[in-house]
């Protein structure tokens, strides 16, 4: 099963190609990255409007690109995957109607997927991780513990309660003059810094429940910073190491409980899974890897390259719904917000004009054919 995969939810403009075998593994053909960091660097984070318009202007060539890198033409593709949220409207709008579009013409399934549990997957394109797993998903935007049960099937059993994870090493790296994008800026500086010189909080521990929260934290942090102002190196190096330390100790244990919670909901996970931008920071990774050792379970991470945002993954995640007899009408909404847990959850909006079956063919409408359900197709996808 061959998909192309589109990403355009935030500032990387991607496109790639991965194969799903018929036993579950996963080829990745091609796999395209181009990242808007130049476009974005003056402003000092993403802004919305440029991103989607670098979106329009690269997409077409990214994706021609990671055809052409994997061999193939378009009319070999079993499906075409874009991120449909959640994320900043203008790209998602981009690169859904740029799959719609390649859907429409080439006569293949459409996958509309949420870019959450392209993450949540990512560890089964890389290592057949096989369900339930304990996905831990910390990117720019979510952090959270999250029950992985099945394609289509989440249970979310702890989140934060104010910043993401990701969020808050992009203000770290803000405040004390990293630039922009801040996470692997504040993973360098930390590691010549001293994690100890400055005592920050470690909100949420040991806390009965699997939650984070981060603001206390960036608060604390500012307040040392101005307080030793103007800073040296030295100083800006300190204060990552010990909010690094802080944010790793923190997501131990909000980890720990979250393994209980899961044992106690749904038994033994088959693996402790890292996703996201931040699961490829690599503090982040080797705690991991004691508390799954102490835990007595499997710790799954994707190599950091598939951590970061990238079309593999939405691919993958298209590919496994393809595989399930998923697969989603020509009228899909693009959606900024789209928590996971409501991704098995049919599609809102109006009844799709079309459904695309796995051999090309139109129903119209869809819900005359699949009883109604907006974003299913019977067992011709298989
Ligand atoms: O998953 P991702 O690429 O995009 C989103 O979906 O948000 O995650 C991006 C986030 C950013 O906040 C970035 O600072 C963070 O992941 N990040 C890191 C590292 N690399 C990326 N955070 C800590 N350490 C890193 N090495
Ligand atoms: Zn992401």
């Known amino acids: 099963m061959l998909v192309l995969g589109i990403e355009t939810t935030c500032d990387e403009t991607a496109a790639a190609v991965v194969e799903r075998h018929d036993d579950g593994r996963a080829t990745i053909l091609a796999n ?47 499906g ?20 719609k579009v390649i859907a429409l013409v080439h006569k293949k399934p459409l996958m509309a997927v949420n870019h959450l549990e392209a993450h949540a997957l990512t560890v089964r394109l890389t290592d057949e991780t096989p369900f339930p797993y304990c996905l831990f998903l910390a990117s720019g935007g979510h952090t959270q513990i999250v029950a992985v049960r099945g394609v289509g099937d989440y249970v979310r059993l702890g989140t934060t309660r104010d910043d993401a994870i990701g969020e808050a090493f992009d203000k770290t790296a803000k405040l004390l003059g990293l630039g922009y994008p801040g ?29 984070f929260s981060l603001s206390g934290l960036k608060t604390a942090l500012r307040l040392e910073a101005e307080k030793i102002a103007p800073l040296t190196h030295q100083d ?32 033994v996970p088959c693996a ?10 690599d503090a982040i990774r080797k705690a991991l890897l004691n508390l799954a050792a102490q835990e007595r379970v499997a710790l799954m991470v994707p190599p950091p390259s598939l ?18 007899g998923l697969c989603d009408g020509l009228d899909s909404s693009p959606r900024a917000r789209w928590p996971l847990d409501q991704v098995g959850a049919p599609l809102p909006g109006p009844r799709p004009h079309a459904t695309v079956k796995a051999d090309g063919a139109a129903l119209s409408p869809a819900g005359e054919e699949d009883g109604g359900s907006s974003n299913t197709v019977p067992s011709a996808v298989a």
């Open 80 to 99: 075409v995957a874009a991120a449909a949220g959640p994320g900043l409207i203008g790209g998602v709008i981009v690169g859904l109607i740029t799959a």
């Open 32 to 78: 395209v990255v181009l990242s808007q960091i130049a476009e974005h660097a003056a402003f000092g984070g993403v802004v919305p409007e440029i991103a989607a318009r670098a979106h329009v202007e690269a997409l077409d060539l990214v994706i021609a690109t990671a055809m052409a890198e994997a061999g193939r033409d378009f009319g070999a593709l079993d």
């Open 236 to 267: 800006v190096a300190d204060l990552c190491a010990s909010f690094q330390l802080a944010v790793v100790e923190m997501v131990v244990d909000r980890l720990r409980y979250g393994l209980r919670i899961f044992r106690e909901r749904f038994g």
């Open 183 to 211: 996470g692997q800026r504040v993973e360098r500086e930390a590691a010549r810094g001293d994690p100890f010189r400055f005592n920050l909080p470690r909100p949420m521990l040991g806390r009965q429940d699997a939650d």
């Open 307 to 324: 951590c970061t945002d990238n079309a593999a993954m939405i691919a993958w995640a298209g590919a496994e719904r393809l595989a399930q």
């Open 272 to 281: 402790l899974v890292a996703a996201g931008g931040v699961a490829a920071n």
